[in-house]
Each structure stands twice: as C-alpha cells, then as structure tokens.
C-alpha cells in the first residue's frame, strides 16, 4: 500500500524522500525519483510532512516513539506534520497526537479504505482525524493519494471509523464463507451460490442504509421472520454437521432483540437491539 501511495506523490510533482525497515521495498521508488533516507529518525530532519503507512501499533511505535523515547517523532522540528495513515488503535493514535503536541508539531491520523490497486492509482479514500485546518494545509498532499478524503472528527474518530469498517468485512466475510459450506454440502453449484449471496448482501445493505440513518423501523421483514430464518439455517447447518459461528451470533442477537420486545420491528432495528445491549 505504502508504496503505491508514495509513487502517487512522486507523479504529482512531491518531493519525495523515503524510507522502509525493508530497503528492497524503497529501490522502484528511488528509480522513480525518490531520495532515500538512512533511518527514520534521519527521515524526520529532512521533511515538512512525514508520513507513516505500517503494518500494525508496535510498527508505528518502532518508528515514531522508539525504544527510549528515541524514535522520529522526538526529532520533529517546529511547522513539520506528522501524518500517520496505518490501520492502528485510537488509543496509539491519541497518544501519538498527544506527543505531538507537546513536541510543537502538527500531527492527522488518515487511514485509508481501498486495496493496493487504488493505491498505486491514487484512487483510495481517507478517512482524516484532527482539526479542520491541519486537514485543509495538508489538502494537496492527501488529495495525490485519494479521489476521496473525508473529514470524520477528532483524533480518534477515523481510525475507529476505519475498524468499524474492517470489522463489518470481515464479519460479512465470515458469514460468506459459511454460506458457502451450507450450500457447498446441499450440493448447490458453487458460483451460483456466491454470485446469489453476494449479490443479496449488496442490495441489503442499500436497502437498509436510510432506514438506519433515520431509525424508520416500519416493515419490511420483521426480527421474528429473520429469526425463524436463521434458526432453520441452524439446523440445516446441524444437519450437515457444519460448524457456523458467525450465524449463533446472530441468532443470539435476534433472540435477544425478540425478548426485548423487538420482533415486530423491521430487522433494520437490530442496530438499535445491539445499541441496546451495552
């Protein structure tokens, strides 16, 4: 992903320099254009706008923090913005923000939504964290990686957006993948059956999106039919003794939302139900 974006950067015209504990990674990028950077810390002395793109917390600890309070971030200089656009907790993100404060520099979490295809065409979307005008000074930058950048809040909010997102995939993945091994076992053709689930998931998810927005649970399907669906699954999955984690779930929530005096409600409301669990 990293590397797709900063190509991106180097067609809009940014000067570039890189860096990547894997210096294999940096070479294409150098043939581009690219100076390299010696280490992290060495990247920060040179730059206006360091950007980081990593693999998880302990990876964006190792270069902005480091060990001993030793890591890029304790090397910021006066008008620099730190952005960070990996996929890592609020909390890091919160404290990474904190530290840049105290250090004097300016500093947006943006994750970003979108695979290495969208990355190497500048395509992706960001979803930004902080105030309105770091956003607006660091506009140029962002928009060479993004056709779409969205303002989502405080520090915080993006990345809990970003994980909210990542989580609904991968539960839909989940739930995919057990769908197939019901209709793998019933014998159904296999593309047909993923062509017809996935197309279902897509049309529900529009279908239900306003309904949500503005909590209209009037009647479409009802939480009992959905749950009598899903029970009726259960059982088949029982029947062809397969295992369905991601549909117990579910049945656990629409029995739930069902005792909550829910079941004539459109299955819309499972939203509030789950809302109201906490």
Avoid at 133 to 146: F, G, K, T, W
Wanted: hydrophobic share 45%; net charge negative; charged share 20%.
């Amino acid at each position: 992903m990293g590397q797709g974006m900063a190509a991106s950067l180097l067609k809009k015209g940014f000067t570039l320099t890189v860096w990547n504990r894997d210096k294999s990674k940096t070479e294409p990028l150098v043939a581009q254009g690219a100076r390299l950077a010696e280490s992290a810390v060495a990247l920060a002395d040179t730059c206006d706008v360091y950007i980081t793109m990593l693999r998880d917390d302990q990876a964006v600890r190792d270069v902005l923090l480091g060990s001993e309070r030793n890591g890029a971030l304790f090397h910021a200089h006066p008008g620099q913005t730190f952005i960070d656009m990996s996929t890592v907790t609020p909390a890091l993100t919160r404290e990474l923000a904190q530290i840049a404060e105290k250090q004097g520099v300016s500093f947006l979490e943006a994750p970003v939504t979108g695979s290495k295809t969208e990355a190497a065409s500048g395509t992706l979307t960001i979803l930004v964290g902080g105030t309105a005008e770091v956003l607006e000074s660091q506009r140029d930058v962002l928009r060479a990686m993004a056709q779409a950048i969205v303002h989502v809040g405080p520090i915080g909010a993006a990345t809990s957006l970003k994980l909210a997102n990542n989580q609904f995939i991968a539960s839909l993945m989940a739930a995919l993948g057990e769908g197939i091994l019901m209709t793998d076992a019933a014998g159904v053709d296999r593309t047909l059956a993923i062509e017809t689930l996935v197309n279902t998931a897509g049309r529900v998810t529009q279908l239900k999106k306003n309904k949500i927005i503005e909590r209209d649970w009037s009647v479409q399907f009802t939480i009992d039919l959905l749950f009598k669906d899903a029970h009726q699954a259960q059982s088949a999955a029982n029947e062809y003794m397969l295992p369905m984690p991601v549909l117990a779930a579910a049945h656990e929530v629409l029995q739930r939302a069902r005792h909550a005096g829910k079941g004539d409600l459109d299955y819309s409301a499972l939203v509030e139900a789950i809302e109201q669990l906490i």
